[in-house]
T-cell receptor
Framework: AQKITQTQPGMFVQEKEAVTLDCTYDTSDPSYGLFWYKQPSSGEMIFLIYQGSYDQQNATEGRYSLNFQKARKSANLVISASQLGDSAMYFCAMSSDTGRRALTFGSGTRLQVQP | DTGVSQDPRHKITKRGQNVTFRCDPISEHNRLYWYRQTLGQGPEFLTYFQNEAQLEKSRLLSDRFSAERPKGSFSTLEIQRTEQGDSAMYLC??????????FGPGTRLTVT
């Protein structure tokens, strides 16, 4: 079974500063993927970034980077230069690479960017 | 708009009624997923299709729920004899093989 834990229900960050959203996971699968999604108040889940368990380098997508520490089973999301539009719920998720790609989500972190 | 679409966006129904939701995936995507999200929680997996075949169903999918994907294109999710506990956002996502899942805007169901 897979489990995702997000221990920060809410976070505040000042505009233009960087923020780290925590995510730890647990799985017995040898190969897996880790994802971050953003959910604005409109409700739509927006894919942000993906990290494969065998990827040697941390994933980056624009202002988003994933700090992957396999031994610690953590996959934290770093958002650089925060913008007001970054205010949203952020969900960490994972899936197995053994064919079943259904995502297991954490409970989310609400990020509020302050001007 | 070539993203995932869902219809309706909102549905209010009385307990005991049947409801059906529709999802149109991104056209070239062969995998389609249904999730349910209750207030303050992350989405929970319900079921998924590869083309027209339903490959997995979650334990959350009771016998009152049924999903279809005829011809491997759009999908429908039907809930029979709705209960207040079915009130949630129902999210559809699609992917190309094992690629990233792209989500639709969701259907918010309220059972009164």
């Amino acid at each position: 079974a897979q489990k995702i834990t997000q221990t920060q229900p809410g976070m505040f960050v000042q505009e233009k500063e960087a923020v780290t959203l925590d995510c730890t996971y647990d799985t017995s699968d040898p190969s897996y993927g880790l994802f971050w999604y953003k959910q604005p108040s409109s409700g739509e889940m927006i894919f942000l970034i993906y990290q494969g368990s065998y990827d040697q380098q941390n994933a980056t997508e624009g202002r988003y980077s994933l700090n992957f520490q396999k031994a610690r089973k953590s996959a934290n999301l770093v958002i650089s230069a925060s913008q007001l539009g970054d205010s949203a719920m952020y969900f960490c998720a994972m899936s197995s690479d053994t064919g079943r790609r259904a995502l297991t989500f954490g409970s989310g972190t609400r990020l509020q960017v302050q001007p | 708009d070539t993203g995932v679409s869902q219809d309706p966006r909102h549905k209010i129904t009385k307990r005991g009624q049947n409801v059906t939701f529709r999802c149109d995936p991104i056209s070239e995507h062969n995998r389609l997923y249904w999730y349910r999200q209750t207030l303050g929680q992350g989405p929970e997996f319900l079921t998924y299709f590869q083309n027209e075949a339903q490959l997995e169903k979650s334990r959350l999918l009771s016998d009152r729920f049924s999903a279809e994907r005829p011809k491997g294109s759009f999908s429908t999710l039907e809930i029979q004899r709705t209960e207040q506990g079915d009130s949630a956002m129902y999210l559809c996502a699609s992917s190309l093989d094992l690629g990233e899942q792209y989500f639709g805007p969701g259907t918010r169901l309220t059972v009164t």
